[in-house]
């Protein structure tokens, strides 16, 4: 959302404030969710004045009056006196979010029941028949497979409570937050803080992309209502709550309302009224008001007490996170070992390396020291400070890091040197990643294998897998204990190299560690081998299989289905898996609709979608993998077809048959599907991709200016790597001469295939 627009929402909560009975009437029916809420903002028979910030305003010490705007307001100053209760001072709209954040009452059951009988959303969206008729058995089996594809596919970071917010954000989505409250409730579960919040999130989120006021103002008034809800319900409201909010107001410039906002917020939970100055300074700094910054920033350097303290901290990591040489004045004052947390702490060191503060870094590393602070404490600091630096080439930064940990006599923890491991792969420094990794095995620190794990990772999304007989060796010559998962990514990375010899080695090594091998590691070798068509050492994995009493399972039958030349073949698969009783997975149907695709049986490929064992979450992507199919085929009108219904009915198609289907699109195409399906490509890689083969279809096809276009796209884009630009040329030079060679009228029909360009494939 745009400024302007952020000045309009603004004053369409304050008209809303002024004049709620009013509008609540003028309202259409259509519009009956925001019509409630802004008659619940009606509390008083007449309007109050709007309020500015500054009538909520006190100061912990009084410095010299400012000349200040009339609607600058100043939290640091109120957030130690009691709160304002006047009517005038607040008007309806706090004394609405005073309800909200400082009483409640708790839903009585009776509620919740007449709810659930009345036409409320959740009957609504309940009444849906594969929601009501889902067997337990796909339940079941959903489960397996997700199970299965979390084992399969290594995740570096913590992701639960990213997918937790993916589920949120789909079913706020596609059901509404009120609904998706009343599902929780029906399927008995309770619907807690962390539910709350991310709901909370979700509806922000859309006020903040929206690109109409009153859009904007539906969820945000659907944030308020759930807000609403769960005080009713007895939460306590934290940051994690209304933390959100007051960043919505500060990225929307809306400085009264978030004052507004904070006073209910202090009242309600007195704990947090430190914590709010964070966020008033953000509050400055987003709106550029460089007075008010000193204002505060001067305010506080004398104060000593224990909250005065607290609230300096907190003014502290808010100049810092915002990367302002405003804190040289704090850094001066501020008694580096009162911080409450070493995290706070390293903040501040990540901010004196990005100012290139070598000399308060170093006093700060000598104070932390000489007070008895933890040594593995001060190394992750000079890891902080280090890595934050800018412009610092890594074996620099490398260099560094060593030096300052010799010059206080500081040991580097294991914890520190995994940070910087990390910080490497991020990079795609593997080769230094591994030095590294020597280093700390030879100062005897242990290194986890999920940091081995996550080295192997960055191997192959860096394609350097010969990488892996490196780290191989590390783990004999450094007693790392391997899992079965390490051994699947490393056996992962030999097969990718073609080294199917070294993969073999690494199972017989697996067996001697009485380690299990399962068919996932399997299956890893068995897709090597199909990808050289090499029949016969896949069916040599299944004969090893067999001997090891490994069971194939879903994957293994993929695998073997995709890869059938034969009808007869495709029915034999099927029938054995039946027969070992492994149920049907999205990726058995992709299978099958390549294989029946391949072996010219198109119309079998189009009834695979129409399967009601298929989990409506995956029909999206089976679909587009008959899409790519047939557009593989040479039947890109169906493909396209199928394209258009999967967008009329809301859903997305997946990269790789986007990709697929600018590689094969036709002459006979409208050229702005083409464009469409670029915009389908979010991932910066695949969307490169994509674009490469845009720009050789418009080449080849002389649809010159959109060429020259999309070349202007990949140079904005990719400008500093000259290297993937020469590619993407070198390739249209390429086709546009073969294409005027296979013109000429002498070039006999008996070469042609013989000129291959670059494939970007």
């Not at 639960?160 to 008995?188: P, Y």
């Amino acid at each position: 959302m745009t400024a302007s627009k952020a000045k309009t929402l603004s004053s369409l909560f304050k008209t809303a404030v002024r004049n709620a009975t009013k509008e609540s009437s003028s309202l259409p029916s259509g519009d009956k969710p925001l019509k409630q809420f802004v008659s619940s903002l009606d509390t008083s028979s007449s309007p109050s004045p709007s309020p500015s910030p500054s009538s909520a305003s006190f100061r912990i010490r009084s410095p010299q009056p400012t000349k200040k705007p009339a609607n600058d307001g100043s939290l640091h100053s109120w957030l130690l006196q009691p709160a304002s209760t006047s009517e005038n001072s607040i008007g309806g709209f706090t004394d609405e979010l005073h309800s909200i954040l400082c009483t409640g009452h708790p839903e009585s059951s009776k509620d919740i029941e007449e709810m659930m009988d009345n036409g409320s959303s959740l009957g609504r969206v309940l009444n849906i028949p594969w929601l009501s008729n889902v067997s337990n058995n796909n339940i079941s089996l959903r489960r397996k497979e997700l199970s299965r594809e979390r084992k399969q596919k290594w995740v570096f970071k913590k992701t639960q409570s990213g997918r937790f917010n993916r589920l949120i954000k789909m079913c706020g989505d596609k059901l509404g937050t009120k609904a998706t409250i009343e599902v929780f409730d029906k399927l008995g579960r309770d619907t807690g803080l962390k539910e709350y919040n991310a709901l909370i999130a979700v509806c922000l989120e859309k006020a903040r992309t929206s690109n109409d006021e009153d859009d904007a103002l539906e969820h945000m008034s659907e944030a308020f209502k759930t807000l609403k809800k769960m005080r009713e319900r007895g939460f306590q409201v934290e940051e994690g709550t209304y933390g959100p909010f007051l960043m919505y107001f500060i990225d929307m410039g809306m400085v009264e309302e978030f004052f507004f906002f904070c006073g209910p917020i202090k009242e309600g939970n007195p704990s947090s009224v430190t914590r709010l100055g964070y966020y008033e300074m953000l509050l400055w700094i987003g709106v550029n008001n460089e007075e008010k910054i000193q204002e505060l920033c001067n305010c506080i350097v004398a104060a000593d007490e224990e909250d005065d303290f607290k609230l300096k901290e907190n003014y502290l990591l808010a100049l810092c996170e915002s990367g302002r040489k405003d804190i040289m004045q704090l850094l001066e004052v501020i008694d580096i070992t009162r911080i409450s947390s070493v995290n706070v702490v390293a903040n501040i060191f990540e901010s004196l390396g990005r100012l290139s503060f070598d000399s308060f870094a170093e006093k700060f590393l000598w104070t932390l020291k000489n007070n008895d602070y933890k040594m593995a404490d001060i190394s992750r600091l000079i890891f902080s400070y280090v890595s934050a630096i800018p412009n610092l080439a890594v074996e620099d930064l490398f260099l560094k890091f060593k030096s300052l940990h010799m010059k206080f006599e500081i040991t580097p923890s294991s914890a520190s040197y995994e940070k910087l491991i990390t910080y490497c792969c991020d990079l795609h420094k593997v080769h230094f990643a591994l030095d590294i990794v020597h280093q700390m095995c030879e100062e005897g620190l242990s290194l986890s294998i999920e940091m081995l794990h996550s080295i192997l990772h960055a191997s192959e999304e860096n394609y350097e897998y010969n990488l892996v007989r490196r780290i191989y060796s590390l783990i004999g010559c450094h007693n790392v204990k391997p899992t079965s998962e390490t051994f699947r990514s490393m056996i992962n990375l030999s097969v990718k190299m073609k080294d199917f010899n070294g993969a073999y080695a690494m199972l017989d090594d697996l067996k001697k560690l009485n380690i299990s091998p399962t068919s996932t590691i399997y299956n890893t070798i068995l897709a090597g081998y199909f990808r050289e068509s090499n029949i016969s050492g896949a069916m040599m994995v299944l004969k090893q299989m067999e001997s090891e009493d490994v069971k194939p399972d879903s994957h293994t039958y993929s695998y073997l289905i995709a890869n059938c030349n034969c009808e007869e073949d495709i029915t034999k698969y099927c029938e054995a898996m039946k027969a070992a009783g492994i149920q049907v997975t999205k990726h058995i149907f992709m299978a099958l609709i390549n294989a029946y695709t391949a072996c010219g049986q198109i119309e079998k490929a189009k009834q695979v979608v129409l399967d009601k064992g298929i989990p409506v979450n995956s029909l999206n992507e089976i679909k587009g993998a008959l899409a790519s199919a047939l557009a593989c085929s040479g039947m890109m009108p169906d493909a396209l077809n199928i394209y258009k219904e999967i967008k009329q009915n809301g859903g997305t198609l997946e990269p790789k048959p986007v990709i697929s289907l600018i590689e094969h699109f036709t002459s006979e195409g409208d050229v702005n599907i083409l464009l469409q399906l670029l915009e389908e490509l979010h991932d910066p890689d695949y969307w490169f991709d994509g674009c490469c083969r845009a720009v050789v279809h418009c080449v080849t096809k002389k649809h010159l200016r959109l060429a020259l276009d999309l070349l202007k796209q990949l140079k904005d884009e990719f400008h500093k790597d000259d290297l993937a630009l020469d590619v993407v040329f070198d390739e249209c030079n390429c086709r546009e001469a073969a294409k005027r060679f296979t013109d000429w009228p002498g070039f006999a029909s008996s070469h042609e295939g013989r000129i291959r360009p670059y494939s970007f494939s």
